[in-house]
C-alpha cells in the first residue's frame, strides 16, 4: 500500500499548527492495522500519522473501515495486526485522560439529567465529579443549553442530545478529540457550529481526528486527510497534497466553434456545452493562448481551476468508491 | 509542543471501577423498577403475615405452646382442668397442656432423656407432683414457662388457693451427637436462606449489559475504561444493590417478628429463637453469613454478567434465565447434600468448585468451629471472582466487541490489567 506522508503544514492562524507538521510529534501513529470481521477484512493495513494539533480527516464512504479504524485507534478493539500509538503509548485506555470520543452512534443514559450525562463523561475520563457537574454548566450555558440543564435525555430532541453527548467528550478537557461521523445527523446550522467547535478545539492545540463522508467537512476543516476505501487507506497526507496530484484544470470560452486553432487544444479536452475543458498543459497557458488569438478562436473567456479533494478522491479511491461517497453523503442530507 | 502527561493520565481499574457502579447504583436504585423489585417478595410475606396474624390470634385463644404433662393420673387431670379454668381469664399467658402418651403408665419415663432425643413436639414437659413440680427443657422455655406452670399448679390443688407451688427445672443440656445433629437445622435454614436471596438478587445482573448496547453507551464506556472495570463496577453496584435490598426485606421480617413473633410460629411452626446456635456463634456466624452472601452473589453474578452480555435485547435475556436458573439450582443441590457429609470428597468438592464454595462453606460454619477454613475459602472464593470477572472481559471483548490480538506490546515485565502498574510519567517520544 502506498502511503504518502507529505508535510501536514498548518493552515490556521495559531501558533503551534504554524509549525510544520512533520516537525511536530504525533498524536497518533499507525502502522499495517488488520482487522477482519468473520473472515472478511474490514481494515487492510492501514497507516495513518497525524501530528499533534492537526485537525485530521478520515474520508471514505460508509463501510469503508472508517469506524473500525477510530475503534482500533482508541483501543476499544484491538487489531488482529500491526500497531497503534496514542501520544507515544500503544495502549490508549493508559491516556484515557487525554482523549475525547464520540462515536457514530449516539448513547446516552435516557434517564439522566444533562448534568449529571456530561459529568459521568468527564468521570470516565479521570475527572472529578464535583468539577465534572460545574464544568457541564458552564458548557451548557455556553451553548445555549443552560436551560436544559437539569432535564432529562430523554426529553431532549436529537439535536440537542448530540450537543450534550459532544460536551460530554469534552468535558474533560482532552488533548486528542476522536469524532466518528460528528456531522451525521445535524442540520446546516448545527453542522455550522460544530465546524466552529472545532476550529477553536485545533486553536487551542488540541488534535482532532474525525470521520466524515462528507467531502467538503474535510476540505473546509482538515490540514491531513487519510482516503479511505474498502478497507485500504490509498492516500494519507495533506490535503493540498492530495489536491497537487490533479493538475488544474483550464475553462476556455470562444466565439468560434471550429478552426485550425483547434489543433492547437491539449489532446484530452473535453468539450462541455459551450466551454473546453482541460488539465493544466506543463508549458502553462501563455503558449496556448499565442496560439488561440493567432488562429483567431474569439477568447471569451478562460479560467484555472484548481482541483478540489473530490476530484483528487476520484483519482485516488476511483470513481465507484467517489459515487459511494456522494450518494452516502446525499442519504445523510436526506 | 509535547503533551503533559504529569497529571494522571488514566484511572486506575478500582477508581475505573468505582465510577461505573456508583452510576449503577443511583440509577438502579432510583428507578420504579427496584421498588417494585423490593416489593415483590414482601406481597406474600404481608398475605401469609396477615393470614397468619388472623389465624395466630384464634389460635393464640385457643392454644398457644404446649406444654407435655407426665405427672400422675389425677395430677395430669387436675391441671389440664386448672387450665380450662384459668385460660377465660389469661388467654395466651397460660401454656396449652396436654399429656404425653408416652409417659402414661411409665413410672420410669424419663423426660430428660426423652426431651434431649428431641421426641414430641412440646416446650417442656411437667413431670413430679402438684406440690413439688419440676419443669424440664431448654433454659429459655423453663425460665418462660416456670410461673404459669406454678399458677397452674396452685390452681389445681385448691380452687382458691392462698399458696403456690416452686417450680423446679430441669434444664435439658444436649449431647455432641445431638449438638452435631441440631446443627445440621441451622446450616440448613442458613443454606436455604442463602440460596433464596441470591437466586432472588443475582438474577438482576443478567440484564445488566443489556441498556448500555441498547443505548449504545457501551461504546463510550469501552473507550473509555477497561472492560474488567466496567464488568467489575456493574457486578459491585449490583451487589451494594442487593445490600439494600436485603436490609429493607430484613428490617421488614424483623418487623414483622417483633410484632408477631407468636402468631409466626404458631402458623408456620417454625421458631427461629430455637434454632441450635452455630459452631461458631451467632455474631460469627451472621458476618459469615454476610460475607458468603456477597462471594456467592459475586461468583453467580459475574457469570451470569458476561452470560448476560452476550445477549442483546431483553428477550434473549430471558430466554437464558432458565437454564441459569438451574445452573443455580444444581448448585445448591450439590451443597445442601453434603451437609451431612461432613469431610467427605463430596464435601470436599463442593467447597473447591467456586460457585457451591459460598453454600458448602456456610454450613460448615454451623457445624465446626474451626475458622483458618474460612480465611482459606475466601481467598479461594475472591480468586475465583476475579478470575470469572478477567474472563468475562476477555469474552466479551472478542465475542461481542470482536476484538483482535494486537496492536501492542508486552508491558511491566508481562504484567497486565489489575496486577499492572498505573501509568504514571511522561509519554515515550513518539517517533
Request: glycine letters at 10%; charged letters at 20%.
Amino acid at each position: 500500500m502506498a502511503v504518502s506522508e507529505q508535510s501536514l503544514t498548518g493552515n490556521r492562524g495559531d501558533g503551534f499548527s504554524a509549525i510544520p507538521a512533520d516537525a511536530r510529534p504525533l498524536a497518533i501513529e499507525a502502522r499495517g492495522l488488520v482487522k477482519s470481521f468473520d473472515g472478511t477484512r474490514a481494515v487492510d493495513g492501514v497507516d495513518i500519522s497525524v501530528p499533534e494539533g492537526a485537525i485530521y480527516g478520515i474520508l471514505g464512504p460508509n463501510g469503508a473501515g472508517k469506524t473500525t479504524t477510530l475503534r482500533m485507534l482508541l483501543g476499544i478493539i484491538d487489531p488482529d495486526e500491526g500497531v497503534r500509538r496514542v501520544f507515544g503509548h500503544d495502549r490508549p485506555h493508559d491516556i484515557g485522560r487525554l482523549i475525547g470520543y464520540l462515536p457514530e452512534e449516539r448513547g446516552l443514559y435516557p434517564a439522566m439529567k444533562c448534568v449529571e450525562a456530561i459529568a459521568f463523561m468527564g468521570a470516565l475520563r479521570g475527572l472529578p465529579l464535583k468539577e465534572g457537574r460545574k464544568r457541564a454548566v458552564e458548557l451548557l450555558e455556553r451553548h445555549g443549553l443552560g436551560y436544559a440543564a437539569d432535564r432529562q435525555i430523554r426529553q431532549l430532541s436529537k439535536g440537542m442530545a448530540q450537543t450534550v453527548q459532544l460536551l460530554g467528550t469534552l468535558v474533560h478537557q482532552p488533548r486528542l478529540v476522536v469524532l466518528d461521523e460528528p456531522f451525521s445527523g445535524l442540520d446546516a446550522i448545527n453542522q455550522g457550529k460544530l465546524e466552529l467547535m472545532i476550529r477553536a478545539l485545533a486553536d487551542e492545540g488540541v488534535t482532532v481526528i474525525f470521520s466524515t463522508h462528507v467531502i467538503h467537512h474535510a476540505e473546509r476543516l482538515c490540514e491531513g486527510v487519510a482516503i479511505i476505501a474498502g478497507g485500504k487507506v490509498p492516500y494519507a497526507g495533506s490535503v493540498e497534497a492530495a489536491r497537487d496530484r490533479i493538475p488544474a484544470q483550464v475553462r476556455l470560452e470562444t466565439r468560434a466553434r471550429e478552426g485550425a486553432w483547434l489543433a492547437a487544444l491539449p489532446r484530452d479536452t473535453r468539450r462541455n456545452g459551450d466551454f473546453f475543458q482541460f488539465p493544466l498543459p506543463e508549458t502553462g497557458v501563455e503558449p496556448l493562448l499565442r496560439q488561440l488569438i493567432e488562429g483567431e478562436a474569439g477568447i471569451l473567456s478562460l479560467s484555472i481551476e484548481r482541483a478540489g479533494l473530490h476530484d483528487a478522491f476520484v483519482a485516488i479511491a476511483g470513481e465507484a468508491a467517489a459515487r459511494q461517497l456522494e450518494a452516502d453523503a446525499a442519504e445523510g442530507r436526506a | 509542543m509535547s503533551i503533559d502527561l504529569t497529571i494522571r493520565p488514566r484511572l486506575s481499574a478500582l477508581e475505573a471501577a468505582w465510577v461505573i457502579a456508583r452510576r449503577d447504583f443511583v440509577a438502579v436504585l432510583f428507578s420504579r423498577a427496584f421498588l417494585f423489585f423490593l416489593l415483590g417478595p414482601l406481597f406474600p410475606v404481608i398475605v401469609g403475615g396477615l393470614a397468619g396474624a388472623i389465624g395466630g390470634e384464634v389460635q393464640r385463644e385457643a392454644v398457644s405452646v404446649e406444654i407435655g404433662l407426665a405427672m400422675s393420673e389425677a395430677d395430669n387431670a387436675a391441671m389440664i382442668e386448672a387450665g380450662k379454668r384459668l385460660t377465660p381469664q389469661l388467654g395466651g399467658a397460660l401454656p396449652s397442656l396436654r399429656e404425653v402418651p408416652e409417659a402414661k403408665g411409665d413410672p420410669a419415663f424419663d423426660a430428660r432423656a426423652f426431651m434431649e432425643a428431641r421426641r414430641g413436639n412440646y416446650a417442656a414437659i411437667l413431670t413430679g407432683t402438684l406440690a413439688s413440680p419440676q419443669l424440664v427443657g431448654t433454659e429459655g422455655q423453663v425460665r418462660r414457662w416456670q410461673g404459669p406452670v406454678g399458677l397452674l399448679a396452685g390452681h389445681a390443688t385448691s380452687a382458691e388457693p392462698t399458696t403456690f407451688p416452686e417450680v423446679a427445672s430441669a434444664v435439658v443440656t444436649t449431647s455432641a451427637a445431638a449438638e452435631r445433629s441440631s446443627r445440621i437445622q441451622t446450616a440448613q435454614v442458613a443454606q436455604m436462606l442463602l440460596f433464596l436471596l441470591t437466586m432472588l438478587l443475582a438474577g438482576m445482573v443478567l440484564s445488566n449489559l443489556v441498556e448500555e448496547k441498547a443505548n449504545k453507551i457501551i461504546e463510550i464506556l469501552a473507550a473509555a475504561i477497561p472492560m474488567d472495570a466496567v464488568f467489575m463496577g456493574k457486578l459491585f453496584a449490583m451487589l451494594a444493590v442487593s445490600f439494600v435490598g436485603i436490609g429493607v426485606w430484613g428490617l421488614a421480617a424483623y418487623g414483622f417478628w417483633t410484632v408477631g413473633s407468636d402468631a409466626i410460629t404458631a402458623a408456620s411452626g417454625f421458631d427461629i429463637a430455637r434454632l441450635p446456635a452455630p459452631a461458631v456463634g451467632w455474631p460469627l456466624f451472621l458476618a459469615l453469613g454476610v460475607i458468603y452472601f456477597a462471594m456467592a452473589y459475586l461468583l453467580l453474578g459475574a457469570l451470569f454478567l458476561t452470560i448476560g452480555a452476550m445477549a442483546n435485547t431483553v428477550r434473549e435475556v430471558q430466554t437464558l434465565s432458565m437454564p441459569v436458573t438451574m445452573m443455580q439450582l444444581m448448585v445448591f443441590f450439590l451443597a445442601a447434600y453434603t451437609i451431612k457429609q461432613p469431610g467427605s470428597g463430596l464435601e470436599l468438592a463442593a467447597i473447591v468448585f467456586p460457585l457451591s464454595s459460598p453454600f458448602a462453606m456456610l454450613a460448615r460454619a454451623a457445624m465446626e468451629p474451626s475458622l483458618w477454613t474460612h480465611a482459606l475459602a475466601l481467598a479461594w472464593q475472591g480468586l475465583a471472582v476475579l478470575a470469572l470477572v478477567k474472563g468475562g472481559a476477555v469474552l466479551f471483548r472478542k465475542r461481542v466487541m470482536k476484538s483482535g490480538g494486537a496492536g501492542r506490546a508486552p508491558r511491566n515485565g508481562g504484567r497486565r490489567g489489575w496486577f499492572a502498574r498505573r501509568t504514571s510519567g511522561t509519554a515515550e517520544p513518539a517517533e
